[in-house]
């Protein structure tokens, strides 16, 4: 939801979204509104039952709040957008989506090949918040700053790199 109508409900998690349901304009992904643990998960667990559902496509999702056509979507916690649109993340307070974890993978041949990368990734083992991911995906995706620069930015500022 957006900032200004989470702090003017007092929304700070899904659960509370029930005190203002009929105030809710929500648009979904289709994937999230058909998936048994997407907002039928939701919907059990809070008995949170919303009319009126849009489903569209994921960018439009945020085209759509922004232009006030809808005031609720499901998004990941790290989408740029949620901050070029200053939006917050409501508190799952019954754990209903799993926590999501970025990890690197490669294929075992890689590692052997290139055994000293092993070490400086592990080095970034819960280090990137949410809240830092996603504003290093708005600086590259909204601000156009270059990619590689962004991750070396960050990293030094957390002291992995020199």
């Known amino acids: 939801v957006k900032r200004d109508f989470a ?3 007092n929304i700070r998690t ?3 979204l029930n005190k203002v349901k009929d105030q809710l304009k929500p648009g979904f992904t289709l994937e999230f509104n058909d998936r048994p643990d997407g907002y039928k998960a939701v ?4 008995n949170l039952n919303l009319d009126n559902i849009r489903t569209m496509e994921p960018k439009l ?3 759509a709040i922004n232009k006030g056509n809808i005031n609720l979507i499901d998004a990941y916690s790290t989408d740029a957008e ?3 649109y200053d939006m917050v993340v409501l508190k799952d307070d019954k754990h209903v989506f799993p926590p999501y974890q970025g990890a690197p993978l490669f294929k075992e041949s890689f590692l052997k090949k290139h055994p000293e ?3 400086p990734l592990n080095k970034l083992e819960n280090k990137i918040s949410d809240e830092d991911m996603q504003m290093m995906n708005y600086k ?3 601000k156009n700053e270059d990619p590689y620069t962004v991750a070396k930015d960050y990293l030094k500022a957390k002291g992995l790199i020199k």
Do not use: C
């Open 14 to 16: 899904i659960g509370d």
């Open 140 to 142: 590259v995706t909204v």
């Open 117 to 119: 990368i092993k070490k």
């Open 82 to 84: 949620l901050k070029q």
């Open 43 to 46: 919907q059990k667990a809070y």
């Open 7 to 9: 702090k003017q409900h």
């Open 61 to 63: 999702r945020y085209q």
